[in-house]
């Protein structure tokens, strides 16, 4: 068993957050790493109030939490109301100023975690109250920005040690295995933030032929992009982040191109969307990050966290004998 402040404070048996994955991580997903013993998340994305309520009964009677897109739930703060209602056990917010939700949700007594890019949004976590703060690095499925995992984790551990010691981290952003688990913890995380692993679940919300080809892929084959947002109709995303995906027919014809793709997109998008309807990774890719190349198969999620932990275990256990006597 491997234990942290996290696994203490949360009450968890293992270190692992399940990223709260928009559209593709729902509540199936997210009680199972929680029926697993770590902290499963529902993915509210950008917000669709049928699917976030459908999602919360799919979760049955499992502990999960659930995580937002910060600059969109300003467009519908009625959805934090009905996540609330479900008494989770910690709402995650990212891409944004979390300060207009912190105090709602922090007086609704539920732990708030911050996902972060840089250190100046990790001080900004801090100076809201986030219990939790998430460094994600650039390697991350889905949006982010450009700093790396390995070297924003230890930072934003050095301005946590100084300025708020009683607030926990968590690193995101290519944790797909033990190895990725075990790096993470040494680095001075208290625990991790997993999505792209999970996204090649039984449980995930994905089509299993995108998943299929996910598995077959190599870390080499993502890039960060604007493209699929503009495909996907979300061309508002702040600039300063870019969505990590599987390459594909899309990206390789528009990445680059982005001034021409808006002129003809309505187009486009109505392709895009046929083809991800059928799951047609060649054409659309995925949302994934460069933890891919480590994914040889989909397994359940709870098979997913039992390996990490054991594989984290087995790099740990036998860390004292690498120092000479
Ligand atoms: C398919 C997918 C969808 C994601 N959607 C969201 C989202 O809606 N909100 C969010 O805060 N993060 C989202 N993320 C990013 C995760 O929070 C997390 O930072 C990331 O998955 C960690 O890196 P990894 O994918 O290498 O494990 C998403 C990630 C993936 C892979």
Redesign the pocket.
């Known amino acids: 068993m491997l234990l942290s402040r996290l696994t203490e404070r949360f009450d968890l048996d293992h270190p692992v957050i399940s990223?709260?994955?928009?559209f593709?991580?729902g509540g199936r997903l997210a009680a199972a790493v929680s029926a697993a013993g770590g902290l499963g998340l529902i993915?509210?994305?950008y917000g669709n109030e049928p699917w976030l309520r459908e999602q919360i009964v799919a979760a049955g009677n499992q502990r999960v939490g659930c995580?937002?897109?910060t600059w969109s739930l300003k467009q519908q703060p009625q959805l934090l109301e009905i996540a609330l209602e479900s008494a989770p056990a910690a709402m995650?917010l990212?891409?944004g100023d979390p300060e207009p939700f912190a105090a709602r949700i922090r007086g609704a007594g539920v732990p708030l975690i911050c996902?972060v890019q840089t250190v100046a949004d990790a001080r900004r976590a801090i100076e809201v109250g986030a219990d939790v703060v998430?460094a994600?690095g650039a390697?991350?499925?889905?949006?982010?920005q450009k700093r790396a995992t390995f070297t924003l984790v230890p930072e934003v551990a050095d301005l946590i040690a100084v300025r708020a010691p009683e607030t926990l981290l968590c690193a995101?952003?290519?944790?797909?295995d033990g190895r990725g688990l075990a790096a993470a913890l040494v680095l001075g995380a208290d625990g991790v933030?997993?999505?792209?692993?999970f996204?090649a679940s039984e449980e995930a919300l994905v089509h299993p032929d995108v998943q299929a080809a996910v598995v077959a892929a190599s870390g080499d084959e993502t890039l960060r992009s604007h493209v699929i947002d503009i495909m996907k109709g979300f061309d508002v995303w702040p600039e300063r982040y870019a969505m990590r995906s599987l390459m594909s027919a899309v990206t390789d014809r528009w990445h680059g191109h982005e001034a021409e793709l808006r002129t003809v997109v309505a187009a486009e998008a109505a392709h895009y969307a046929e083809a991800a309807a059928r799951g047609d990774a060649r054409t659309v890719g995925a949302?994934?990050?460069?933890?891919i190349g480590l994914i040889h198969e989909i397994a359940p999620a709870a098979t997913i966290l039992r390996t990490m932990i054991s594989e984290a275990e087995d790099i740990l256990r036998k860390a004292p004998a690498w120092i000479a006597a």
């Open positions: 990223a709260p994955m928009g593709n991580g993915g509210g994305g995580g937002f897109i995650f990212s891409f996902q998430v994600q390697e991350a499925g889905g949006h982010g995101a952003g290519g944790v797909a933030v997993v999505g792209t692993r996204w949302t994934v990050g460069e933890g």
